[in-house]
């Protein structure tokens, strides 16, 4: 089985621009969650969608958005680009929404504001 | 709120020696424990979990990890490091309840041949 995907894999704004970040779990999965990586740091969490609605929201700014379509893919949204949203975005998918269920990441995006 | 120290930024381990990577953390709860690795430029690939039962945990490639309450730790650890286990090193908790994982800073681990 495929595991989870992101597209695309580099992407590169400037600031004030916005960008649409894409992600399909793996089959079967019902859960996405979006995190930050900037580098030298461990992943932060932004958000969890869950059966189509958000779940859990992490200490981000309005700025970033997210939604899950019927099939579970998810799109995150970041308006208003900043220098500091620089970072490598991760996509994780599991079969539930809460508990000792594994959390699987795709390769991830790699933004880069100038 | 739930949290995750990773102590060390660099363990440099000879090739065949055994190799221990720090982890400890912080639940209001019950933890779920987690251990992920990457490689430069990529994402993260699971390792293993502790959920409940045996406190020692099996997960791939040989690696395994410890639960400990009383310390409040999960050690990673691998009996004879392989030059290509250098890597970043993540050590995660979740929760019961919580839909979100906490991250430490990670290791790097540098295996010297």
């Known amino acids: 089985d495929a595991g989870v995907t992101q597209s695309p894999t580099h992407l590169i704004k400037t600031r004030g621009q916005h960008v649409t970040l894409r992600c399909s779990p793996i089959?079967?999965?019902?859960?996405v969650s979006w995190y930050q990586q900037v580098l030298g740091q461990g992943p932060q969490f932004i958000f969890q969608?869950?059966?189509?609605?958000?779940?859990g929201r992490g200490n981000f700014p309005d700025r970033f958005s997210a939604r899950q379509f019927p099939n579970y893919s998810s799109e995150l949204n970041v308006n208003a680009l900043l220098l500091g949203d620089s970072a490598l975005y991760l996509c994780?998918?599991?079969?539930?929404?809460?508990?000792?269920?594994?959390?699987?990441f795709g390769p991830g995006t790699r933004l880069t504001v100038l | 709120a739930q949290s995750v120290a990773q102590p060390e930024d660099q363990v440099n381990v000879a090739e065949g020696n055994p190799l221990t990577v720090k982890c400890t953390y912080s639940v209001s709860g019950n933890p779920y424990l987690f251990w992920y690795v990457q490689y430069p430029n990529r994402g993260l690939q699971f390792l293993l979990k502790y959920i409940t039962g045996d406190n020692l945990v099996k997960g791939s490639y040989g690696f395994e990890a410890e639960f400990n309450k009383s310390q409040t730790s999960f050690h990673l650890k691998k009996p004879s490091a392989l030059v290509s286990d250098s890597a970043l090193y993540f050590c995660a908790v979740r929760d019961y309840g919580n839909n979100r994982l906490a991250f430490g800073k990670g290791n790097q681990v540098v295996v010297i041949p």
């Open positions: 089959s079967g999965h019902k859960s």
């Open positions: 994780a998918s599991s079969s539930y929404r809460t508990g000792g269920d594994t959390q699987y």
């Open positions: 969608y869950y059966e189509k609605e958000e779940r």
